[in-house]
């Protein structure tokens, strides 16, 4: 749609060079996009406020922008949903000026290359504007990102040369899911560098409010948590030349003003979707130290919780932790229902969770069928004094490795744990507090209230024939 005005008059003394190169400096001091910045200057330039020269431009510009009447309330069907936000589709409008957009691109380009290129030439570097993409830190090359279509697609050649200051890469990232807003925390361990995005869901007029660092944007669309998504998945792709010590999703508490209301459902489904279909070359996974998760957003579904999780998981090479909680703050009965993972086989099959060593599931509102544990060296749970013999038992039919040790919390009562083992199992007396659970694989468990600590041990000697030691001693000599 093409909507023409009729403000014919410009203002000339604002219509040189020098005075449109510092009004454009103005606006993208204010991190405004191209686009926007554009339509700014266009709308200063027709403005009635000041004195005007009569003088009537013969060239028209045309400029995208929103009109007003089509800012609505957002509703959290809008903020839930997965489909294109139709306020993408901008209209064209006309401006009698002769400013068209190219001229305000190359003081884009000017601005951001004067801010951010402080270093002496590096010749390993392309050219300036890449050099310009290098000095930045993540929020300020996203920043780049969003303002300028061309940026965008520079970027995306230089993903596949890992250029990235040593400053400015991070190592964790906290991802918070609030009522109406998506915060990311990254940053570098054991130092005090971090950068800060948030996205905020703007309810009366629909717009999402995006914060990179203390610079705040107004972006016309009603899906804030998809922008969260799009902007996080993007930063991790940074990752990829670092490894990540920890990646953190959790939620916030209530609001103590408004509890009838949980925060928004869909943003880690949104995650997760994204990581499989728009970030990260499956030939480019990355390193993994610590995934938490706090899941139960919902009941016990496969949906809500696992297949997202299994997503995101799919891009990791390699993951050491994996620490799974349940949001217990959820004002819906159906939330309350306690996780079993019982639908969970795609992840616990694969190479992700079977080639990780450690497991924290302790939790009251988690509990995991030990048979899909039974690969980790080191375990945390939540164990009840009711709940020893059922969990001896899945010890003693599952138990494939030589040891596995279980972490408890404090309040884990060890002498009532070893009087309920001493009725079923056979007490090993030269050792203190240690039961035979089966005679023939030799399996054991052993309890340590010392260290808050339950070690199951399988001791079965595997027979050797003497043919067999022959030809050992016959390998090694060779």
Request: net charge positive.
């Amino acid at each position: 749609m093409l909507l023409k005005t009729s403000l014919p008059m410009v203002h000339t003394e604002l219509n040189d060079p020098t005075s449109l190169s510092l009004c454009a400096k103005y606006e993208f001091l204010k991190r405004n996009s191209v686009r926007e910045a554009h339509r700014n200057i266009c709308e200063m330039l027709i403005s009635r406020k000041l004195p005007q020269v009569p003088q009537t431009s013969q060239t028209k510009t045309k400029v995208l922008r929103k009109r007003r009447e089509d800012f609505r309330e957002s509703t959290e069907t809008d903020s839930d949903s997965e489909e294109r936000d139709d306020w993408h589709n901008e209209h064209n409008e006309e401006f009698q000026v002769d400013f068209p957009i190219q001229k305000i691109e190359a003081d884009f380009r000017t601005f951001n290359l004067d801010m951010l290129v402080k270093t002496e030439a590096d010749h390993t570097v392309k050219n300036l504007c890449w050099r310009m993409f290098v000095e930045a830190n993540i929020l300020e090359r996203l920043a780049l990102r969003d303002a300028y279509t061309k940026n965008h697609e520079e970027l995306k050649e230089l993903r596949n040369h890992h250029f990235f200051k040593d400053k400015h890469k991070f190592d964790f990232m906290n991802i918070t899911r609030d009522y109406g807003k998506v915060k990311t925390v990254m940053g570098k361990s054991n130092t005090d560098v971090s950068w800060k995005l948030e996205h905020w869901r703007c309810q009366k007029d629909g717009r999402t409010m995006i914060w990179k660092g203390y610079h705040a944007n107004f972006y016309c669309c009603r899906r804030f948590q998809q922008w969260a998504s799009e902007h996080i998945c993007y930063c991790l792709q940074r990752t990829q030349e670092v490894h990540l010590k920890s990646l953190k999703i959790v939620t916030n508490p209530r609001n103590s003003w408004f509890p009838a209301v949980d925060p928004f459902y869909k943003f880690y489904q949104q995650l997760g979707h994204h990581s499989k279909s728009k970030f990260l070359d499956k030939s480019m996974p990355f390193i993994v130290d610590l995934l938490q998760l706090e899941l139960g957003w919902f009941d016990d579904s496969t949906e809500q919780n696992m297949t997202p999780t299994r997503m995101l998981m799919h891009n990791f090479e390699s993951l050491k932790t994996m620490k799974f909680r349940k949001w217990t703050e959820s004002g819906k009965p159906e939330n309350r229902i306690v996780l079993t993972m019982s639908e969970w086989r795609e992840i616990f099959e694969s190479k992700e969770w079977i080639k990780a060593p450690f497991l924290d599931v302790r939790d009251r509102n988690i509990k995991m069928d030990a048979r899909n544990f039974m690969h980790f060296e080191k375990i945390y749970i939540h164990l009840t004094i009711e709940d020893i013999y059922p969990f001896s038992q899945q010890i003693k039919e599952h138990m494939n490795k030589p040891r596995i040790v279980f972490v408890v919390e404090k309040e884990f009562n060890f002498d009532a744990a070893a009087r309920v083992l001493e009725t079923h199992y056979l007490k090993v007396e030269i050792e203190p507090l240690k039961f035979l659970l089966h005679g023939g694989k030799q399996i054991y468990i052993q309890l340590w209230s010392g260290v808050l600590q339950i070690v199951c041990t399988c001791e079965q000697r595997i027979p050797i024939q003497k043919a067999d030691v022959k030809a050992a001693v016959q390998k090694l000599r060779q």
